[in-house]
């Protein structure tokens, strides 16, 4: 009899255990969603693949190859044409071209060099002169860098992702190394599968707030969005919310993250001082591939609770706000199916 009742309670236990891991993960509710269909915005300049778009003050800012820089910049407005920047080249000014990213924070662009492991800033007043090589207001080299991407400020601080040792990298304003900080979630445990390391650091967007007090982050296979900030030089998390399982199974049994049946959650991001914006899908990899796109725009408050859902007719990958004319710019597919620039009025 005392056996019996043994059993019962850790039959309880074990159903408790489980019902505790099932609430981790956050319903996102989709009853109350708003539909919306982007306004392609048409131009005579011709765009190769659109990869990101970011609001700098009156501009448009586009990360697409166009053979002489990967910088278009467009009147946010009107969508008119107005300067290529970014040359590609070795020379004063110019941009190593084998891999470069940019944030647009405030009245600043910060392009970050991945090969020279160097910052450029410009001033908006600078940045939109109509010169192809511009020479930085600021140029800051970091230290143990090799590996780093998505470089950004925060007060004090710059803060990058990592391809390796670290998951976030921390330096001070002259570029000297800080500290590091290499806790992931937990359905991110991947032992010591190097491949899978590889790909939990890989699978993330990170953007800062513009006030440069904290910074999010949230995960391209599943749904969790994490917001950091900066304590005595160390990255100290305060939030992590899940809102979707990737539905990995056991990890030592798999060779990547990105399997057929994983659950692929946030797609690209946007942070303003009021609300944090992701592109979401929601979908199977399989489905996802097929796709290339996510459907929903998810808004967040900076405690990484959910606050409106849209729906994108035509689907979205990266997007950026203007909260003060209350314009959403995403990247979609006009008639033709090639890369575009769509606008939707929130």
Same mark, same amino acid.
């Given at each position: 009899?005392?056996?019996?009742?043994?059993? %019962?309670?850790?039959?309880?236990l074990?159903?408790?255990?489980?019902?505790?891991?099932?609430?981790?993960?956050?319903?996102?509710?989709?009853?109350?969603?708003?539909?919306?269909? #982007?306004?392609?915005?048409?131009? /005579?300049?011709?765009?190769?693949?659109?990869?990101?778009?970011? %609001?700098?003050?009156?501009?448009?800012?586009?990360?697409?190859?166009?053979?002489?820089?990967?910088?278009?910049?467009?009147?946010?407005?009107n969508?008119?044409? =107005?300067?290529?920047k970014?040359?590609?080249?070795?020379? #004063?000014? /110019?941009?190593?071209?084998?891999?470069? !990213?940019?944030?647009?924070?405030?009245?600043?662009?910060?392009?970050?060099?991945?090969? *020279?492991?160097?910052?450029?800033i410009?001033d908006? *007043?600078h940045?939109i002169?109509?010169?192809l090589?511009?020479?930085?207001?600021?140029?800051?080299?970091?230290?143990s860098?090799?590996?780093?991407?998505?470089?950004?400020?925060? *007060?004090? +601080?710059?803060?990058?992702?990592?391809?390796?040792?670290?998951?976030?990298?921390?330096?001070?304003?002259?570029?000297k190394?800080?500290?590091?900080y290499?806790?992931?979630?937990?359905?991110y445990m991947?032992?010591?599968?190097?491949? =899978?390391?590889?790909?939990?650091?890989?699978?993330? +967007?990170?953007?800062?707030?513009?006030?440069?007090?904290?910074?999010?982050?949230?995960?391209?296979?599943?749904?969790?969005? /994490?917001?950091?900030?900066?304590?005595?030089?160390?990255?100290?998390?305060?939030? !992590?919310?899940?809102?979707?399982?990737p539905?990995? @199974?056991?990890?030592?049994n798999?060779?990547?993250?990105?399997?057929? !049946?994983?659950?692929?959650?946030?797609c690209?991001?946007?942070?303003?001082?009021?609300?944090?914006?992701?592109?979401?899908?929601?979908?199977?990899?399989k489905? +996802?591939?097929?796709?290339?796109?996510?459907?929903?725009?998810?808004?967040?408050?900076?405690n @990484?609770? #959910?606050?409106?859902?849209?729906?994108?007719?035509?689907?979205?990958?990266?997007?950026?706000?203007?909260?003060?004319?209350?314009?959403?710019?995403?990247i979609?597919?006009?008639p !033709? @199916?090639?890369?575009?620039?769509?606008?939707?009025?929130?």
């Open positions: 009899m005392k056996r019996a009742l043994n059993i %019962i309670v850790l039959c309880c074990l159903y408790s255990c489980k019902l505790s891991n099932n609430s981790s993960v956050i319903s996102l509710n989709f009853k109350d969603t708003t539909y919306v269909k #982007p306004e392609i915005l048409k131009t /005579e300049k011709i765009l190769s693949v659109i990869w990101n778009v970011k %609001i700098l003050d009156s501009i448009l800012v586009l990360s697409s190859d166009d053979g002489t820089g990967f910088i278009q910049v467009f009147n946010k407005n969508f008119k044409y =107005l300067y290529t970014g040359k590609y080249g070795r020379g #004063p000014g /110019e941009i190593s071209n084998a891999g470069v !990213e940019y944030k647009c924070i405030k009245d600043s662009i910060y392009i970050y060099d991945l090969v *020279k492991s160097t910052l450029f410009y908006i *007043k940045f002169s109509d010169s090589i511009l020479k930085a207001n600021n140029t800051i080299t970091f230290d860098c090799k590996n780093n991407f998505d470089m950004m400020p925060l *007060k004090g +601080h710059f803060v990058s992702r990592s391809f390796s040792k670290a998951r976030f990298a921390l330096f001070k304003r002259n570029g190394y800080a500290s590091n290499s806790l992931f979630p937990d359905y991947t032992g010591d599968n190097p491949n =899978l390391d590889l790909e939990r650091r890989r699978y993330t +967007h990170i953007e800062a707030k513009p006030d440069m007090s904290k910074f999010v982050c949230v995960s391209y296979i599943g749904g969790t969005i /994490e917001i950091f900030n900066i304590v005595n030089d160390s990255i100290n998390k305060l939030i !992590e919310k899940n809102y979707l399982d539905n990995l @199974g056991k990890v030592e798999i060779k990547s993250l990105n399997q057929l !049946e994983t659950k692929i959650g946030f690209g991001l946007c942070a303003t001082d009021n609300y944090i914006y992701a592109s979401y899908s929601g979908e199977a990899s489905d +996802h591939r097929k796709k290339k796109s996510a459907d929903f725009v998810i808004v967040f408050d900076w @990484g609770d #959910p606050k409106k859902i849209y729906k994108v007719q035509g689907g979205l990958t990266g997007l950026a706000v203007d909260e003060s004319q209350q314009k959403m710019y995403v979609t597919k006009d !033709e @199916g090639c890369s575009a620039i769509g606008l939707v009025k929130m």
